[in-house]
């Protein structure tokens, strides 16, 4: 190969170009991002950014300029050919690849129609920028609506600014953290109340009230009224695959197939996955990988740990061409810190049928439970107890090579390390 075109210049990309140039790859390097910033860590931004106590310059991808690639910033990736070869970018210029790299990661679930001036998402630095923005010109009363991971860390960061920034978690499910299982939820949901968060559980969004063009409050579904200076629509991801309608790739939920060596998956005539193609690789939040299952079939990964180690794997796999592949082994695994609770999990807790506290009281601040499918360990997660997962990273490995039950056909969920 002369030409490799990386799209997505995240984590998962930056993984990949390190991983080219390690691996010998002397050609010409091309990385295209629709950012205009040198490449950054996005865990921190809902956390210490916000909170202050990192700053842009903290959180730069050490290394990222050195490997020797064109930059192309702030420009969008818009369509791909796959038979010519061609990325096509905004404004109608066309990069030729001998192999390409999709890591275009995801984006912030806009919310389902008009939004008024101060309502915000947050998924880029440019989105940390705007939110302490508003927040440093004089808006107290937050709402944000939606209590998955990006919510929670960014109500425990406002209200730990020291401000007097009022916050409010409005949440249709009747608990935050809710992927998590068992007890955890409600331990984050008791030390939001600590912390001064208001909690709207079981509350669906119906609108926005607003005075001329800016927000004034939120609508829940019930009727009430909750006043907001500022919204953050907090309410999930979308994959970052528009641009590629119509390349002839298997998308499904929006997400690339790629098999268990993350090359990607045409799409067949019947609609199903197809052949691979060996010239592409997939990588971070943007993949549906063969390879990250539970019993039920792949589950897309939006972990840190996922996107760096695909992204090594992606690039080195490219080179050495299907054949010569290796297949995709890695223990999944997270973690997030929120209201002075260090949560961790390992595995795919979130397909597990049956939760079981193994050390700690379930409900307290320090617990371990495991969750458990047909008899098998399928993950776990802790509060404040992150070093004892080590142990369970170990059992999910064994896991891996236990056989499944005989006639129901399902493959076990690969793990590694």
Same mark, same amino acid.
């Given at each position: 190969?002369?030409?490799?075109?990386?799209?997505?210049?995240?984590?998962?990309?930056?993984?990949?170009?390190?991983?080219?140039?390690?691996?010998?790859?002397?050609?010409?390097?091309?990385?295209?991002?629709?950012?205009?910033?040198?490449?950054?860590?996005?865990?921190?931004?809902?956390?210490?950014?916000?909170?202050?106590?990192?700053?842009?310059?903290?959180?730069?991808?050490?290394?990222?300029?050195?490997?020797?690639?064109?930059?192309?910033?702030?420009?969008?990736?818009?369509?791909?050919?796959?038979?010519?070869?061609?990325?096509?970018?905004?404004?109608?210029?066309?990069?030729?690849?001998?192999?390409?790299? @999709?890591?275009?990661?995801?984006?912030?679930?806009?919310?389902?129609?008009?939004?008024?001036?101060?309502?915000?998402?947050?998924?880029?630095?440019?989105?940390?920028?705007?939110?302490?923005?508003?927040?440093?010109?004089?808006?107290?009363?937050?709402?944000? +609506?939606?209590?998955?991971?990006?919510?929670?860390?960014?109500?425990?960061?406002?209200?730990?600014?020291?401000?007097?920034?009022? +916050?409010?978690?409005?949440?249709?499910?009747?608990?935050?953290?809710?992927?998590?299982?068992?007890?955890?939820?409600?331990?984050?949901?008791?030390?939001?109340?600590?912390?001064? +968060?208001?909690?709207?559980?079981?509350?669906?969004?119906?609108?926005?009230?607003?005075?001329?063009?800016?927000?004034?409050?939120?609508?829940?579904?019930?009727?009430?009224?909750?006043?907001?200076?500022?919204?953050?629509?907090?309410?999930?991801?979308?994959?970052?695959?528009?641009?590629?309608?119509?390349?002839?790739?298997?998308?499904?939920?929006?997400?690339?197939?790629?098999?268990?060596?993350?090359?990607?998956?045409?799409?067949?005539?019947?609609?199903?996955?197809?052949? +691979?193609?060996?010239?592409?690789?997939?990588?971070?939040?943007?993949?549906?990988?063969?390879?990250?299952?539970?019993?039920?079939?792949?589950?897309?990964?939006?972990?840190?740990?996922?996107?760096?180690?695909?992204?090594?794997?992606?690039?080195?796999?490219?080179?050495?061409?299907?054949?010569?592949?290796?297949?995709?082994?890695?223990?999944?695994?997270?973690?997030?810190?929120?209201?002075? @609770?260090?949560?961790?999990?390992?595995?795919?807790?979130?397909?597990?049928?049956?939760?079981?506290?193994?050390?700690?009281?379930?409900?307290?601040?320090?617990?371990?439970?495991?969750?458990?499918?047909?008899?098998?360990?399928?993950?776990?997660?802790?509060?404040?107890?992150?070093?004892?997962?080590?142990?369970?990273?170990?059992?999910?490995?064994?896991?891996?090579?236990?056989?499944?039950?005989?006639?129901?056909?399902?493959?076990?969920?690969?793990?590694?390390?």
């Amino acid at each position: 190969m002369r030409e490799v075109v990386v799209v997505g210049a995240g984590l998962a990309g930056v993984r990949a170009c390190e991983s080219l140039r390690a691996r010998g790859f002397g050609g010409t390097l091309t990385v295209v991002s629709d950012e205009p910033d040198l490449p950054y860590d996005r865990p921190p931004l809902t956390k210490q950014v916000v909170a202050g106590t990192l700053t842009e310059a903290d959180i730069r991808l050490a290394g990222a300029e050195d490997f020797g690639a064109r930059w192309i910033r702030g420009t969008a990736a818009v369509g791909l050919d796959r038979v010519r070869r061609r990325v096509r970018l905004a404004g109608g210029a066309e990069l030729p690849y001998d192999g390409l790299v @999709l890591a275009t990661g995801a984006q912030a679930r806009p919310w389902p129609g008009q939004v008024p001036a101060g309502v915000l998402t947050v998924r880029g630095l440019a989105d940390v920028r705007a939110l302490r923005a508003a927040v440093g010109g004089g808006a107290r009363e937050v709402v944000i +609506v939606g209590a998955g991971f990006v919510g929670v860390e960014l109500a425990s960061s406002l209200v730990g600014l020291g401000l007097g920034v009022r +916050v409010t978690l409005v949440e249709p499910f009747r608990r935050p953290l809710r992927a998590l299982g068992g007890t955890v939820p409600d331990v984050v949901a008791a030390a939001a109340r600590r912390a001064g +968060v208001g909690l709207r559980l079981g509350t669906a969004v119906s609108g926005f009230r607003t005075a001329g063009e800016r927000v004034a409050g939120v609508v829940p579904a019930d009727g009430s009224d909750l006043p907001a200076e500022l919204v953050v629509v907090a309410i999930g991801m979308v994959p970052a695959t528009g641009w590629l309608a119509g390349a002839g790739l298997a998308l499904p939920s929006g997400r690339v197939h790629c098999d268990a060596r993350l090359f990607a998956r045409t799409a067949a005539a019947d609609g199903t996955a197809g052949a +691979v193609d060996p010239r592409i690789v997939v990588a971070g939040d943007v993949a549906w990988c063969e390879a990250v299952r539970s019993a039920d079939g792949p589950v897309p990964l939006e972990h840190w740990s996922n996107a760096a180690a695909q992204g090594e794997l992606a690039a080195g796999n490219l080179l050495a061409g299907p054949a010569a592949a290796d297949g995709y082994e890695h223990v999944p695994s997270f973690w997030t810190s929120a209201f002075g @609770l260090r949560i961790k999990s390992v595995g795919l807790p979130g397909t597990g049928g049956r939760v079981v506290a193994e050390e700690g009281e379930p409900g307290s601040e320090k617990v371990v439970e495991a969750h458990y499918r047909d008899g098998r360990l399928v993950g776990a997660v802790s509060v404040n107890l992150g070093k004892r997962l080590v142990e369970y990273a170990r059992r999910l490995q064994e896991e891996r090579d236990r056989p499944e039950p005989a006639g129901d056909g399902r493959i076990p969920m690969p793990v590694a390390e």
